[in-house]
């Protein structure tokens, strides 16, 4: 079953080309002025709460990214499906934003360390490193 997952629409109507997810980079010129200051902020993140209280998603996963686009050029790449997305992950905080398929496999290598390792203590670590990147450093 598919589900819609609830963000706040912080880029321009049809940012994306053909309706194809694209890549974002820094100083993208397709974010708006509030989606700026949310994603700055990290206030982008907080309407995935409501997906993680709906049961949709975990606090600590994979991040949600082009899955469809992805598994057709990284070999293995659906295994990082075999536990839910999470609002951070362990790829998240130790590679951060990802912006190139080349990025997107050195995060499925952290995310497979991660399910491989899954654990509460793993969890605490990642929640952790979360809120000093939160408290420390502006979102993308």
Do not use: C
Not at 84 to 107: C, F, I, S
Not at 125 to 132: C, D
């Amino acid at each position: 079953m598919t589900r819609r997952m609830v963000k706040f629409r912080s880029m321009v109507v049809g940012a994306e080309v053909d309706g194809r997810p694209v890549w974002a980079q820094t100083g993208d010129p397709r974010v708006t002025r509030v989606g700026r200051v949310l994603r700055r902020t990290w206030l982008d993140e907080l309407p995935q709460v409501w997906n993680v209280l709906r049961g949709e998603m975990s606090v600590v996963g994979p991040r949600p990214e082009f899955i469809r686009e992805l598994e057709q050029q990284i070999p293995f790449y659906r295994a990082r499906l075999a536990v839910r997305p999470g609002l951070t992950g362990w790829a998240q905080v130790h590679y951060g934003y990802g912006r190139t398929v080349e990025d997107a496999l050195v995060k499925l290598q952290y995310e497979l360390d991660y399910i491989k390792h899954q654990s509460l203590w793993l969890d605490l670590q990642v929640l952790a490193r979360t809120m000093v990147t939160v408290l420390t450093r502006p979102g993308s």
